[in-house]
């Protein structure tokens, strides 16, 4: 047997769902219908998925699930998997015009050593890039936002955040907060930006396209 | 530009009409649509045709109805015979007769008495399920199931006897969901976490995760526990 299909059974044995919520999530699109693989087996037909895809999306699904319905998450999934895996080298990332060259110089030290960003990697710079080009912030709050993301983004842990980009009395701060969320600041707050990871993911997904 | 109020389309009597965006549609009497249908509301009376998709939020029907293309709504409320070549989507189904699905049916809620055959993948919420005629289908799969046989009285086991067509069964390849509650169902295989077997069924092969009743008498070829 293929090792990279896993069967609907032991997909069930691995991720604790019933039938019931696997039928659910494919009526609701929120698991395509092309990811089921029919096959014979010696105890008649059988279903596989592909094993990476179908547990990476039924992770994100059980970890979006809370707060969302079934309609709006399926919005949010529609083909994030498969960006999940792209990985863009530096000239690439300039030449579709995702990053400008100059952020990329400046901030473009996320890889140790390898020569291609992945998508977590290319999330940060696009949102660095987004802000800075949008003139609402400095290079060295660009340069706290980048650390701020490095360090703190891989903790949602593949959840949707919101980011939060506030200044008082002149001083810069970054918030993330799990979405979605809504934040309230006293008088002397003033919220500059923002931004969501779905919006960011949805603009970035129009330019890898 | 201002938005025009979307027109009815009304057929009384022996007519056709073509396909459109409509607010009502209501035919009586014997109407033959060409072309794809979206509508608010559909009502169709007596014998309907339809040569293409139909898309419409509440659907009432009474008597035959034969769709050529897919039939996707929110609530439908169904008597009499259906025929669909395409697929079936929507909410919520009530239905009191046959109903003829060719593609995939994919449904919240099924509930009714009759017969119903679905050639692809029967896909819901929840079914709940008197069954009056012969029903069949290649695939279920649910969160709860319960098939039940109507009438257990002599006429019908005579009438069964002479018409199969009559007889009250459900004929499965593969039913798989969570709660599964079966009556006069023969079914290659069974898969579920509680499955309950009545009487009158016939099943290849039970997987069951935390229980399984059967009805003393009813064959079942292979029971197996699924452990955690």
């Not at chain 1, 929120?30 to 089921?36: A, G, M, R, V």
């Not at chain 1, 955040?161 to 008082?168: A, I, N, P, T």
Request: aromatic share 6%; with cysteine; net charge negative.
């Amino acid at each position: 047997m293929d090792k990279d299909l896993i069967s609907k059974k032991e997909l069930l044995d691995l991720t604790g769902i019933s039938y019931g919520q696997l039928y659910r999530w494919k009526r609701k699109k929120l698991i395509p219908e092309d990811w089921f693989i029919r096959k014979s087996t010696f105890t008649g037909q059988e279903t596989f998925f592909p094993k990476q895809t179908i547990l990476a999306r039924i992770h994100n699904i059980i970890n979006m699930k809370d707060g969302l319905s079934l309609d709006e998450l399926a919005d949010k999934l529609s083909d994030m998997s498969s960006l999940n895996s792209t990985a863009l080298t530096a000239e690439d990332i300039v030449s579709r015009n995702i990053v400008s060259q100059m952020t990329l110089n400046k901030f473009g030290n996320l890889t140790s050593g390898q020569s291609a960003y992945s998508f977590e990697q290319l999330i940060i710079l696009y949102t660095v890039d987004y802000l800075l080009s949008s003139g609402e912030m400095s290079l060295e709050e660009a340069e706290l936002l980048s650390q701020t993301l490095v360090e703190t983004a891989a903790k949602f842990e593949g959840k949707s955040w919101d980011l939060y980009f506030v200044r008082k009395m002149g001083v810069t701060s970054f918030i993330l907060a799990l979405s979605p969320s809504e934040l309230v600041f006293d008088e002397g707050v003033r919220l500059v930006n923002k931004l969501s990871l779905g919006d960011l993911l949805e603009q970035l997904k129009g330019k890898l396209s | 530009m201002e938005k025009m109020p979307l027109s009815d389309l009304i057929i009384n009597g022996v007519s056709g009409a073509g396909g459109g965006t409509y607010d009502n549609v209501r035919i009586d009497g014997v109407g033959k649509v060409n072309g794809a249908i979206e509508a608010r509301s559909f009502k169709g009376n007596g014998h309907v045709h339809l040569n293409d998709d139909v898309k419409a939020i509440e659907v009432e029907c009474n008597g035959i109805m034969n769709v050529k293309g897919s039939l996707r709504f929110g609530n439908m409320k169904a008597d009499g015979l259906l025929t669909i070549k395409g697929g079936l989507s929507g909410e919520s189904c009530a239905l009191n007769g046959m109903i003829n699905v060719k593609g995939d049916c994919e449904l919240e809620n099924l509930t009714g008495r009759g017969g119903f055959t679905v050639g692809g993948l029967l896909s819901a919420g929840k079914v709940e399920f008197c069954l009056q005629g012969q029903s069949k289908a290649n695939e279920i799969g649910v969160e709860s199931l319960v098939i039940r046989q109507e009438n257990k009285g002599v006429w019908s086991k005579l009438w069964s006897g002479m018409i199969p067509k009559l007889k009250p069964e459900l004929r499965v390849g593969i039913i798989e969901g969570d709660y599964i509650d079966l009556e006069n169902t023969i079914a290659d295989i069974v898969r579920g976490n509680v499955v309950m077997i009545g009487p009158g069924c016939s099943i290849g092969r039970v997987e069951y995760r935390s229980k399984l009743t059967v009805y003393p008498g009813v064959r079942i070829m292979k029971e197996e526990k699924i452990s955690e």
